[in-house]
């Protein structure tokens, strides 16, 4: 996805906050060894939603999280990585 970026004094809506975006990439995840099997963009019930589904080769588990924005998706599969006995994390 390609973003344009306004000037402040120019734009409808304010910028994201900074940890919103941090909150929305898997680099967290994938580094602790987790890979992305699936990363679904869907419409239900025409709201905009995401899927993400990781697996680890190591310990053979996987985890998954949807939600209406990545950020929410990736912080549900990281209260479940979080929760996980032994989840190399």
Known sequence: MI??????KT????????SHLHRACADDI???GWCVAVHNDY????????FWLFTHAETG????????TDAQALDEIRKQ????DNPTW
């Open 11 to 18: 734009a409808p809506f304010p910028p994201p906050r900074r």
């Open 43 to 50: 419409r239900l019930a025409d709201v905009p939603m995401t």
């Open 61 to 68: 588990r996987f985890v998954q999280g949807e939600g209406c």
């Open 3 to 8: 973003r344009r970026v306004l000037k402040p």
């Open 81 to 84: 990585l979080s929760t996980m």
């Open 30 to 32: 994938r580094a602790a």
